[in-house]
């Protein structure tokens, strides 16, 4: 009987690749079992067949390792007494590797696409093919940024590709990003939480050249929502704080440093003066320290700054506008992309 089951298998097998879940319901049938494989990274089960019309409470589970990928296994719901044999069992899992890696190469290929896609996009590029990750006419609402750790990001890789997930996905300059359609946001998020990923979310952009500053507005509302918190969106942070686009961030370093945000040696002495100082939270010692400067000099320099600007760093109002310009200048001062 065993020998005969053995041929069946074999010849079930051949659906591995085209038609894996018929593969897997076959050999529930054959095998009277219920079979499921699972990622043990996110917990997220990657095959199964249909659930068996007898199944019972009483039903045990047995966990084996898959021969072709050390993170995924197959769980075994078996009836008592009626267990499979390691003759069978042996079998099973080879050919249940099969299809198992068909998926897997799949889910790799399909999450290098998007991981090269949000790569162009942060660049101000706009790749061909896009829709056929996000959908058709799924950013024509808009679109936001999430911010997950670096350390987070090759679980939640995993993740939103095993799932499918609509969503771009890669490693960005600070953090690990995904870039959704705004009507995704719900369904991400509880995603995310399903498999405890902490994450923050950037607010509504409607430009896909505008990415990169929804990528670091998702950053700053990841960075300052606190470890307690799984999930935050940008509502939660002060809108002043933080430039939308570069455009904006041109119009606050320009209206706030004047002839400061210029080029030459002077205004570009000044302007590393400045931002040392903000830098070092107005501690004198430090930015000295840091500038290789004296006291005196800082001094002499930070009088300059307030003669060209006309903003005073003793003054709480103008501070803040020193430090919005301070938070602003990497998008004003890198280099515009064909």
């Given at each position: 009987?065993?020998v ?9 097998a051949?659906?591995?690749?085209d038609?894996p ?22 917990g997220l ?22 021969p072709?990928?050390?993170?995924t ?14 003759f ?15 998926r897997?190469?799949f889910i ?27 959908g058709?006419?799924?950013?024509s609402?808009g ?11 090759p679980k ?54 505008d990415?990169?500053?929804a990528a670091?507005?998702?950053?700053r509302?990841?960075s300052?929502?606190?470890t307690?918190?799984q999930?935050?969106d940008?509502?939660?942070v ?10 904006e961030?041109c ?11 210029g080029?030459?040696a002077?205004s ?14 107005r ?18 320099r930070?009088a ?13 109002a103008?501070l803040?506008?020193?430090w ?15």
């Open positions: 009987m065993q005969l089951k053995l041929s069946k298998l074999y010849q079930l051949t659906y591995a690749r038609n879940i018929r593969m897997m319901d076959d050999l529930q049938t054959l095998f009277q079992v219920r079979l499921s494989v699972v990622d043990t990274q996110t089960v990657i095959l199964e067949g249909p659930t068996l019309a007898d199944t019972s409470m009483s039903m045990r589970s047995r966990l084996y390792s898959l072709g990928d050390t993170e296994k197959l769980r075994v719901f078996e009836h008592p007494g009626e267990e499979l044999s390691s069978l069992l042996i079998h099973i899992l080879q050919v249940i590797d099969m299809a198992v890696n068909q897997l190469r790799r290929r399909r999450s290098e696409r998007g991981a090269a896609m949000l790569s162009s996009v942060l660049d101000e590029h706009l790749p061909d093919g896009i829709e056929s990750i996000l058709a006419g799924a950013i609402g679109f936001q940024c999430v911010a997950i750790a670096m350390e987070d990001g939640a890789l995993r993740g939103v590709s095993i799932a499918a997930l609509p969503v771009l996905a890669g490693f960005g300059r600070s953090s690990f990003l995904l870039l959704m359609p705004e009507q995704r946001h719900d369904e991400v998020r509880r995603f995310l939480n399903k498999i405890g990923i902490r994450a923050a979310a950037s607010s509504t952009y409607v430009d896909l050249r990415a990169k500053y670091e507005e998702a950053l509302v990841f300052s929502a606190g307690n918190k999930w935050d940008f509502a939660g002060p809108i002043s704080l933080l430039t939308r686009s570069r455009k961030a119009a606050i370093v320009e209206q706030v440093l004047g002839s400061l945000a080029a030459d002077k570009s002495t000044l302007r590393d003066t400045l931002f040392t100082f903000i830098s070092n939270d501690r004198w010692n430090e930015t000295s320290a840091a500038l290789g400067i004296h006291r005196q000099t800082l001094s002499y930070l300059k700054i307030k003669d060209i600007t006309g903003r005073d760093v003793g003054s709480s103008d803040s506008a020193f919005l310009a301070f938070q602003a200048w990497p998008s004003y001062s890198e280099p515009l992309l064909d």
